[in-house]
C-alpha cells in the first residue's frame, strides 16, 4: 500500500516512453512532429478560413463541426486527466484490497480503468497519423477525412471500452455512474 504511488507512477512513466516513441515513430515516418498543433495546422492549410462564412453552407457546416469536434475533444480529454488523478488518489485503497482474496476484484477493476485511460493516449497518437497518411488537399473529400478523424479521435475511449472493457466518457457522465462501474467489481 505504500509503494501504490510509486507503482503508479511506473505504469505512467511506462506509457509515457511507449507515447514518446510512437511520437518518434511518427516524426521518423512522416518528417514532422506528431501532436495536436500539427494537426490544427493540416486542417488550416487545407480548409480556407473565410471571415465572410454563412453558417448555413457547406463550409459553414464543416467550420461548426470542426469547431465543436475540438470543443468536445477538450472536454473529454479534461475528464480523462482528472479520472486519472483520481484514480492515482485511489490507489492506495485498492491496493490494500489485494490483501483479502474477495477485494482483489476491486483491484483488478481498477487497474483496468488506469491502464485504459492511460492507453486512449496512445491510441490518440495512432489515429494523428492519419493526416498524414491520407493526402489532403483543398476539397469537400478532404474536409469530410479531417471531420472523420476530430471524431475517430472523439470516440476513441468508447472504440477502447468495446474493446477491452472500462468506462466511455464519451457517452453519459455522471459521477453516479463512474462509482458504479468503479466498483461494481467483476
Not at 56 to 64: A, K, N, Q, T, Y
Not at 70 to 99: E, H, Q, V
Request: glycine share 4%; net charge positive; charged share 10%.
Amino acid at each position: 500500500m505504500n509503494c501504490s504511488l510509486y507503482i503508479s507512477e511506473g505504469i505512467i512513466n511506462l506509457n509515457y516512453l511507449i507515447s514518446q516513441y510512437l511520437l518518434e515513430l511518427g516524426n521518423y515516418l512522416f518528417k514532422i512532429n506528431i501532436s495536436f498543433t500539427s494537426f490544427t495546422n493540416i486542417i488550416n492549410n487545407s480548409i480556407n478560413i473565410d471571415t465572410s462564412i454563412n453558417i448555413f453552407s457547406l463550409d459553414g457546416i464543416i467550420h461548426s463541426m470542426l469547431s465543436f469536434g475540438f470543443i468536445s475533444i477538450l472536454i473529454t480529454y479534461i475528464l480523462r486527466f482528472i479520472l486519472i488523478k483520481i484514480l492515482i488518489l485511489c490507489s492506495p485503497f485498492t491496493f490494500l484490497c489485494l490483501c483479502e482474496d474477495n477485494l482483489n476484484k476491486y483491484f483488478l477493476n481498477w487497474l483496468k480503468y488506469f491502464i485504459v485511460l492511460l492507453l486512449n493516449q496512445n491510441i490518440v497518437i495512432i489515429a494523428l497519423y492519419t493526416p498524414y497518411i491520407l493526402d489532403f488537399k483543398d476539397n469537400m473529400y478532404s474536409k469530410f477525412l479531417i471531420i472523420g478523424v476530430i471524431y475517430t479521435i472523439h470516440k476513441v475511449n468508447e472504440y477502447i471500452k468495446e474493446f477491452i472493457g472500462g468506462f466511455s466518457m464519451s457517452n453519459n457522465i455522471n459521477l453516479k455512474g463512474i462509482s458504479s462501474a468503479l466498483f461494481k467489481g467483476r
